[in-house]
């Protein structure tokens, strides 16, 4: 603490001012761009020269560096979420995908998250999810046996079946709903790209996953349940027994796992398979050895998120030597930063 507070003597000895955020001539990012989603990596890169750690975007800040966002991150007070936010710039106040963004799980503050996590904690014990791996465990050599013989395929596509298998199973759902799911999940994950030209495809898929939640909620209260044995779903009702969790909480908590579970899952495998097939002795290696590949695995979260994260200042933050003003968007594209 001290050696900083003597370099900021020093520098202020030397005639020294902080930069404001606003005035510094910083690197120009396009991520509203097609073309720029092809490949990234080179466009962070060429920002980095011109700037170590920060760039704009149409809509804000950008961090470019990781472990400037490991540092912002840590100063979580003054950081907001911005589902409020998001809303408000693609104009979508009183939608579909609008008002699911504004009451879903992350958006809940205060006694309401409290009273939603109280009521579904016993029902996401890491008991409850180790019971699930022999399920899991299924599906993904059921799907590695129905899509091996292709020869070849998209490995984005293949990997986006097994988180909306698995939630389907877990929740006692009819497989045959899966392709709509799938179509509904892809177009609510184009949200991350706060581009308006995909609104009226997120807006179909919110209205999709509602019908489909509120459908199979109200099927399991008539009876209709294929198997004997308990599932998810079940548990959840369980749970709502007991009051304080209305028929749209619970849909939406239903949405808000498919939602979570599908672009964490699929997004971390297709990134781990692009490093893999840039090494192709490590792939090489992690079908022969179980251990390898989890050490892999793990070395893949570290490196990786499976999806960018921003964050509303709640009051001025100075970090560098440079001072982000209050009610700045900043953005961090945590898979592509270094």
């Known amino acids: 603490m001290w050696s900083q507070f003597n370099d900021r003597i020093e520098k202020r000895e030397k005639g020294w001012t ?21 490949d990234p990596f080179p466009h962070f890169a060429k920002a980095r020269e011109q700037h170590p750690w920060l760039a704009r975007w149409p809509i804000g800040y950008v961090i470019t560096d990781y472990q400037a966002m490991r540092d ?35 958006s809940m503050t205060g006694e309401t998250h409290k009273r939603v996590r109280d009521i579904l904690a016993p029902s996401f014990t890491p008991r409850q999810a180790n019971a699930h791996r022999p399920l899991m465990q299924q599906t993904i050599r059921e799907l590695l046996d129905e899509w091996a013989p292709k020869g070849a395929f998209d ?20 497989p045959a709903v899966i392709p709509s799911l799938r179509s509904a999940m892809e177009a609510i994950g184009l949200s991350t790209s706060m581009d308006k030209r995909w609104l009226p495809a997120m807006q179909e898929g919110v209205l999709t996953m509602e019908r489909f939640t509120d459908d199979l909620i ?11 044995e ?18 749209r909480e619970l849909g939406d908590v239903l949405i808000f796992l498919f939602v979570a579970g599908y672009d964490t899952s699929k997004n971390m495998l297709t990134l781990i398979m692009r490093q893999l097939i840039d090494n192709p002795e490590i792939y090489r290696r992690c079908g022969e050895d179980h251990a390898f590949a989890r050490s892999v695995v793990e070395e893949g979260f570290r490196i990786h998120s499976t999806t960018s ?10 970090y560098r030597d440079v001072l982000l003003e209050k009610g700045a968007i900043v953005w961090f594209p945590l898979s592509v930063s270094l």
């Not at 840590?74 to 009183?94: F, Q, R």
């Not at 599932?231 to 209305?246: K, N, T």
């Not at 994260?309 to 100075?318: A, H, K, M, Y």
Request: glycine share 10%; with cysteine; aromatic share 8%.
């Open 155 to 174: 490995f984005e596509e293949f990997a986006s079946y097994f988180p909306i298998t698995v939630m389907c199973r877990l929740i006692g759902a009819d």
């Open 18 to 38: 902080m930069q404001r955020g606003t005035e510094l001539d910083l690197p120009f990012l396009t991520m509203d761009e097609d073309a720029f989603a092809v």
């Open 218 to 228: 109200a099927e399991r209260r008539a009876g209709k349940k294929t198997s004997t």
């Open 72 to 106: 912002l991150f840590s100063d979580e007070g003054k950081l907001g979420m911005l589902y409020d936010g998001i809303v408000e710039i693609m104009e979508a106040k009183g939608t579909p995908w609008g008002n699911f963004q504004q009451r879903h799980m992350l």
């Open 230 to 247: 308990p599932d998810l779903l079940d548990l959840l009702l369980e749970a709502q027994s007991g009051g304080g969790l209305s028929d």
């Open 309 to 318: 994260s921003q964050r509303l200042l709640l009051e001025d933050v100075t």
